[in-house]
């Protein structure tokens, strides 16, 4: 009873927070920032881009994290996080892909060109597909060989976040369109926070999920085996 009442009190914590997002949004970056001067349309996707492709190192950063702890103190709530921020990282990835595509076609003209930031970065989204699929084909009936695989997975996948972002040398090439007025940075750092804590607002309801998914599958085979 009292899990069902912080699961919807959660729920619209989740709603309001969105709304407010939207305002925020929809007033900082498509109303206020046309007052500074040299400002260009096609910057647009960058107050989204950016925040949603850091969060999305975040989430693969704790899947990590997550793994090492699991294999070295073999507790499931490390799996649970392990989970639940690689299941999020590939929703917020998603996204930063989307808008980076948008952006690109603003910015250079193409949607994709297949350049080295770009394509590494879409290499890093798929190894976490990846690792969400290879976790589903493993027999649930073995919850901590599935467990163990996953920490191996995640963190055999860990070097593809720094490579995408550090490592490809020449990262995209250099802007044509867009141009920042003084003092906007102010609305990027604004999306950095809003967008942070949505990201962890995420890991937590998927951790809860996960967590509610499990248990309900040992009470089905309890059950299975009762009968």
Not at 39 to 51: E, L, N
């Amino acid at each position: 009873m009292i899990n069902e009442k912080i699961q919807e009190n959660l729920n619209w914590i989740v709603l309001a927070f969105l709304i407010c997002f939207s305002i925020l949004n929809y007033y900082f970056v498509f109303i206020t920032t046309k007052h500074f001067q040299g400002f260009t349309v096609s910057g647009h996707p960058i107050f989204y881009m950016v925040p949603f492709a850091f969060s999305t190192y975040f989430c693969f950063g704790i899947v990590l994290i997550s793994g090492i702890m699991y294999l070295w103190r073999k507790d499931l709530k490390f799996d649970f996080f392990l989970l639940s921020s690689a299941q999020t990282g590939v929703v917020v990835g998603a996204i930063t892909i989307i808008v980076g595509i948008i952006w690109s076609k603003a910015e250079w003209g193409y949607w994709w060109q297949w350049e080295a930031r770009q394509t590494v970065t879409l290499i890093m989204w798929l190894a976490y597909v990846g690792l969400l699929i290879f976790r589903e084909m493993i027999e649930e009936e073995n919850h901590e060989r599935k467990a163990t695989l996953s920490a191996i997975f995640g963190i055999a996948t860990s070097p593809s976040v720094p490579l995408s972002n550090y490592v490809v040398g020449a990262l995209h090439p250099a802007p044509q369109q867009t141009t920042l007025g003084p003092g906007v940075g102010i609305y990027l750092m604004l999306n950095f926070l809003l967008i942070g804590i949505l990201t962890l607002i995420l890991i937590y309801m998927a951790y809860r999920v996960n967590k509610i998914d499990l248990k309900l599958k040992e009470v089905r085979k309890t059950m299975m085996e009762e009968a």
